[in-house]
């Protein structure tokens, strides 16, 4: 999570990250520990949050809504460009996001609500790639995707995205965000062309 505005939820989220990137289960995290690491009182903490599942929430979603805020910074600047261009410098702006806060996504992804943090970022993944007219070289000619097409090209980028992240993290976040996406690079050799922004 990027924790720009210091505010009490994000010093009580920041709080959570520290206490488990120190091995506490996720489950055992006491509540008078996020109160005195937070430097919030005890009345302020449970006026935004009555349980640790609701923290967890808030960090999950800070994380997913400052992936968003990434995607689509770079996005609107695309259109109509190569769609390999466009994929690696997206990827290339994900991973040094990634790589910036690679404490908290480890401490979400081995947390129990892995699954919830799984699903919020290919979801913006995929919500960012559903936006866009993918266009397909067919025999020479250049053609729109179908709806169905565009949904499971966004599907697959953006689960793929999350598993690309995921493996990146298994292995400790060894690479640098520039290596991980000159293999991406390598990766994407697909006949899509281009797309641009759909209205």
Same mark, same amino acid.
């Given at each position: 999570?990027?924790?720009?505005?210091?505010?009490? !939820?994000?010093?009580?989220?920041?709080?959570?990250?520290?206490?488990?990137?120190?091995?506490?289960?996720?489950?055992?995290?006491?509540?008078?520990?996020?109160?005195?690491?937070?430097?919030?009182?005890?009345?302020?903490?449970?006026? /935004?949050?009555?349980?640790?599942?609701?923290? @967890?929430? #808030?960090?999950?979603?800070? @994380?997913?809504?400052?992936f968003e805020r990434v995607l689509t910074g770079f996005a609107g600047h695309y259109a109509g460009e190569e769609a390999s261009d466009v994929l690696l410098d997206g990827?290339?702006?994900?991973?040094?996001?990634?790589?910036?806060?690679? =404490?908290? #996504?480890?401490?979400? $992804?081995?947390?129990? /609500?892995?699954?919830? *943090? =799984?699903?919020?970022?290919?979801?913006? #993944?995929?919500?960012?790639?559903?936006?866009?007219?993918?266009?397909?070289?067919?025999?020479?000619?250049?053609?729109?995707?179908?709806?169905?097409?565009?949904?499971?090209?966004? #599907?697959?980028?953006?689960?793929? $995205?999350?598993?690309?992240?995921?493996?990146?993290? !298994?292995?400790?976040?060894?690479?640098?965000?520039?290596?991980?996406?000159? $293999?991406?690079? !390598?990766?994407?050799?697909?006949?899509?062309?281009? *797309?641009?922004?759909?209205?």
């Amino acid at each position: 999570m990027t924790v720009h505005n210091r505010g009490a !939820k994000a010093r009580i989220a920041s709080a959570l990250v520290d206490i488990l990137a120190e091995g506490c289960p996720d489950r055992d995290v006491p509540v008078k520990e996020l109160i005195r690491r937070s430097g919030v009182n005890r009345s302020t903490y449970y006026y /935004h949050f009555h349980r640790v599942d609701e923290v @967890f929430s #808030f960090l999950i979603d800070s @994380f997913a809504d400052e992936f968003e805020r990434v995607l689509t910074g770079f996005a609107g600047h695309y259109a109509g460009e190569e769609a390999s261009d466009v994929l690696l410098d997206g990827n290339l702006e994900v991973l040094r996001y990634v790589y910036d806060h690679h =404490r908290e #996504f480890l401490v979400l $992804m081995g947390s129990q /609500h892995r699954d919830y *943090f =799984r699903y919020r970022l290919a979801r913006v #993944f995929r919500k960012t790639f559903e936006g866009y007219d993918w266009i397909a070289a067919e025999d020479g000619q250049d053609r729109a995707l179908t709806y169905t097409e565009r949904r499971f090209c966004a #599907f697959f980028s953006g689960y793929g $995205m999350y598993g690309l992240i995921e493996c990146w993290a !298994k292995r400790s976040f060894e690479d640098t965000p520039e290596e991980v996406s000159a $293999m991406v690079g !390598k990766l994407i050799q697909s006949s899509l062309v281009s *797309f641009g922004r759909t209205v």
